[in-house]
């Protein structure tokens, strides 16, 4: 996710065994286990989850900037009610290792006319009253955090029980772009949703996401008895694999029910797995499609309908819905993408 204009953002080349260009291993021993028998490893309990009860079978998650960047600034009550699930972006790494803050950008109070803690609390309240779940994020483009060992993993699990209790937040976005540790996360997370964190999200990059082999699919695999929902992200990427072996280049429908097909044939549920999208051509380098596209991905997953030139082997009629980045850059265009999308799950539901 990114805090800067697209054009500032980081590049990191990687290493040749990272290269979305080899084919993805899809049946490893955690795949299958995962996927047959519906396990949870590596620190998970022995059965998944059901879908979350208070939420609706198809969702929309957004996130809100706490920061200026060129997106429209917005106190956290302006968001709309098709925002099922709002990521607050970005907690912060403190000195200690693991640990993470979060405080009110004065910038973007300036922007708004003045917001203060105690209308930001309020605002998440407001938020709640409309059955939208309100979750902190930690990461993103210029995110810092580290859990490698379990005392940064109890410092992170500390710090965010300590935010959920002074903000009221329902749980916990993972959007680290620099790595990350399935097992200490795994510890930390656990201990969060132990520790009333009940809504756990995540957005992997597309690398990250190639093959139950990768850290962050190892993470989505071991909490996967508390996991919400994977957005991953499907943008600022390249061309990537798809679950049959080809090359999809991003930009398209094929991109995303390809990718997406990945996460599913790898052992989560249809109910974790949405398509994360830039809201605008200006909120990521590379990868915005028309929202229909996305529509049109979910009808593919979902139904078997609106396919491009691939089609899954199977349909997965409790696909979760999208993501985008951002709210406030959404909000700049008229909320183009959360009309079009949320319209779009309405008829999943319908099905």
């Given at each position: ?96 290792p693991g640990e993470v803050g979060f405080t009110l950008d004065p910038g973007l109070s300036a922007a708004v006319g003045g917001y203060t803690d105690d209308q930001f609390r309020a605002d998440i309240k407001t938020l709640q009253s ?15 955090v580290s859990v490698g060992d379990s005392a940064s993993a109890d410092a992170f699990a500390g710090s965010i029980k300590s935010l959920i209790s002074q903000y009221g937040f329902d749980g916990v976005d993972i959007d680290l772009e ?157 909320y183009g993408f959360a009309n079009t999308v949320a319209a779009g799950l309405g008829g999943l539901s319908a099905r």
């Open positions: 996710m990114e805090r800067s204009s697209p054009l500032l953002r980081r590049c990191f080349p990687l290493s040749p065994e990272r290269s979305p260009r080899r084919k993805p291993v899809f049946l490893s021993l955690l795949a299958i286990l995962a996927a047959v028998f519906g396990v949870v490893v590596a620190g998970g309990s022995a059965s998944a989850a059901a879908p979350r009860a208070d939420l609706p079978q198809h969702t929309l998650t957004g996130y809100w900037q706490n920061f200026v960047n060129g997106a429209k600034a917005l106190k956290l009550a302006d968001v709309p009610d098709k925002y099922n699930i709002v990521a607050v972006a970005f907690a912060d790494a403190t000195a200690k409309r059955g939208q779940k309100v979750v902190i994020s930690v990461g993103g483009q210029n995110g810092a620099n790595g990350i540790n399935a097992q200490y996360m795994g510890q930390a997370l656990h201990a969060i949703h132990d520790g009333g964190g009940s809504v756990l999200t995540m957005a992997p990059q597309t690398i990250d996401m190639q093959s139950t082999q990768a850290g962050y699919f190892q993470l989505a695999l071991a909490v996967k008895d508390i996991l919400t929902v994977v957005n991953m992200q499907y943008y600022n990427s390249g061309s990537m694999n798809g679950c049959d072996g080809k090359t999809y280049a991003q930009g398209s429908v094929d991109f995303l029910t390809g990718l997406a097909c990945i996460q599913l044939k790898g052992g989560l549920r249809d109910d974790q797995v949405a398509l994360g999208l830039p809201a605008t051509g200006s909120a990521a380098g590379g990868g915005y499609q028309d929202p229909k596209n996305v529509v049109s991905a979910l009808n593919c997953l979902a139904k078997g309908s609106d396919c491009g030139s691939y089609k899954p082997d199977a349909s997965y009629p409790g696909v979760r819905g999208a993501m985008t980045w951002s709210i406030n850059w959404d909000a700049a265009s008229g």
